[in-house]
């Protein structure tokens, strides 16, 4: 009899998996309580492991093989490869003015923004997958085979991996992603791909222009927008602009009625432009975006039927792969909630710390930073690593806050809450949106590598972020972050503004940001913050360098 019962209950146990709580009373507990769910799926240690490896490598490779948007690969390359006069560049740059120089397939991924693979480990920040042969082409780079003909697409890292110093760190923002204008120069490149001079020039098999057909014929159900600066992304208005695009039913089918008269949508002339997201956050909050607006269901399925919608999937097709492929989704899952944010001291040196400032740091931070971006335990006395973070304790729920920042994006998400609410698989997998008034106080858990700061990127640096918004600087230049010190600075964690910024930076204006823009706005977060009810200044400098030197260790 006991046996019997001992069979059942291991029976009963392979049948149990832990599901997490993706509703949206989930609390992940008070205080002291507060547990992070670094390992969301509550698996044990080897198939956590293995489970995370897996993980990492759908967020290199794209997983969904359903998705509508393929881009011929061997037309793509013989394209680019062909020497600049040929006539049929010259036709269909024409309309491209920003690609002209292009001379092979590397210009356009660097132009793109995708970093190349760490090819050791040691140029590595953060954990990632075992070599593949699938990784020839940089990170975010997919291809996907679709009767015979390889077409290209893009994953999670085009947008979420970035090159720091050297090192490549999966989960950070990339700061210059060209994925959105990308697909609003596509559309314009794919009217003209119709010539027989293309097919003639690229030799194009019958496959390959089956494949471009089916390109072009998704593209009327897709809206593109170009970001208002290199850095930000619009993908949000990509989606409600496409799902303007699609029949109004749970389905959202593509009519070609509704492709050629799209519902009015606000987001046609207003912008709700922010940069990607870090994912190392995730594993203490409890709703997602900058603006906390997905307030349930879990947020990796939540990007794919963004990112499908995007592209023009059918919402037929993608739900059936969604429910055949729950491990990839789970495997991708557990990777994103376990990533981990990389540390200031491996890159300068556990030297670069004064141990002494930071402590005074960590007092003003405590008193005045806490309550909202939650509290990072320390042990100071530590021989090993006395900056470690021993303990993150961030809310039970996620809040949501007002500190005056620019509004445009969490306004954006009105006009099209109701839409994405509706559809099926939102409610299948119990995704819904509701729009804020506010943003997300983020855990600063790794801080000082996610400039540019705010969630659109209008603060260059965290001095700038600590001085007043009528004096902070009105534009910067950005760029790339491959010399630590001359593309960065130490004292202020972010870039080198004003007459410390690199020469090289200044020759392509696309790396200028100017906060003066719609929806670039640079003010906020100062009040009460900063400075007393009475609105004096709380802290001299000498102090607020020492609270960055706490922040440097988070
Ligand atoms: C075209 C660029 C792009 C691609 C590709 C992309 N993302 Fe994102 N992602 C963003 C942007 C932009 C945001 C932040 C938007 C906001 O909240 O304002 C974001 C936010 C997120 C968040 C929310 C983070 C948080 O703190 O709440 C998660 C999770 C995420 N992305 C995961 C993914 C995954 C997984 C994939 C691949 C399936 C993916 N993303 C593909 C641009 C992208
Ligand atoms: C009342 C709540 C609140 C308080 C108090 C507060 N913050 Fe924030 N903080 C926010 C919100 C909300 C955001 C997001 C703003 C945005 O992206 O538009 C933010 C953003 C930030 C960012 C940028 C994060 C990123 O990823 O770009 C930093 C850095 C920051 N805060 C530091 C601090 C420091 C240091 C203090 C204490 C001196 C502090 N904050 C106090 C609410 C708060």
Known sequence: MTIFLLTLLMYAQTLYSFSPDWSQEASLGKAEEFKSRENIYDLPEREWEETINKGLEHALIYPVRVTALLIPFRPLKKFFETDSYDPLRQLIFKGAQEI???????????????HQYPLEEENQANRFPEYKKEFQHPMGATLIQRDNVKGLTFSCAACHSASLFGKKVLGLTNRFPRANHFFHLGKAALKITDSSLFKFAL????????????TKKVMKWIATKKPQALGLDTSLAQVALSLSKRGDDEYATRYLKTALMPRPNDLNHKRADSKPAVWWNLKYKTRWLSDGSIVSGNPIFTNFLWNEIGRGTSLRELEKWLQKNTNTIKELTSAVFATKAPRYIDF????????????KGEQI????????????????????????TTKVIYHAQTPVKNVGTDPLRYQGMQYFAKELNQLKISRWMKTVVTPQRGYVPPPLVGIWARWPYFHNNSIPNLCALMTRPEDRPKSYWAGEAIDKNKDFDSECLGYPIGNQTPREWKKDKAYYFDTLKEGLSNSGHYERIFTTKEGSEKYTWAEKYSLIEFLKTL
């Open 100 to 114: 002209t120089g292009f001379q092979s397939l590397e210009d356009i991924f660097n132009w793109l923004g995708v």
């Open 203 to 214: 030799q194009t098999t019958d496959e390959e222009k089956r494949m471009l057909k089916q």
């Open 348 to 359: 300068f040196g556990l030297q670069s710390i004064d141990i002494e400032k930071a402590k």
């Open 365 to 388: 931070f405590n008193k005045s930073c806490q309550g909202c971006h939650g509290s990072y335990e320390k042990d100071w006395d530590s021989d090993e690593d006395p900056t470690q």
